[in-house]
Nanobody
């Protein structure tokens, strides 16, 4: 069983930056792809970014390309999401997720473990 715990969310103004962190339990973190998703009120959960097990391959949603960066430190069992130039439409609950078998998928159904989420609110 894997547990994921996100942190780093908060209330910021448009144009500000935030860095989210997600710490995973277990000693096999480094063999799994990780992803970040977000969900705004009344909307479906959407893909934000994903990273391969060694960090060599990353993918981003078009809406965050050039502004967000996903990274990981396998020695710390942690995946990060650096969010720059934040916009009000980036607001929502951000979830990290772990995929045991699928690599770098943008589809939430391919992820096996999820964190509890961290709230990000961007005011205009």
């Amino acid at each position: 069983q894997v547990q994921l715990v996100e942190s780093g969310g908060g209330l910021v103004q448009a144009g500000d930056s935030l860095r989210l962190s997600c710490v995973a339990s277990g000693r096999t973190f480094g063999i799994y792809s990780m992803g970040w998703f977000r969900q705004a009120p009344g909307k479906e959960r959407e893909f934000v970014a994903t990273i391969s097990r060694n960090g060599g391959i990353t993918n981003y949603a078009d809406s965050v390309k050039g502004r967000f960066m996903i990274s990981r430190d396998n020695a710390k069992n942690t995946v990060y999401l650096q969010m720059n130039s934040l916009k009000p439409e980036d607001s929502g609950v951000y979830y990290c997720a772990l995929a045991r078998t699928v690599v770098n998928s943008p589809n939430s159904v391919d992820y096996d473990y999820w964190g509890q989420g961290t709230q990000v609110t961007v005011s205009s």
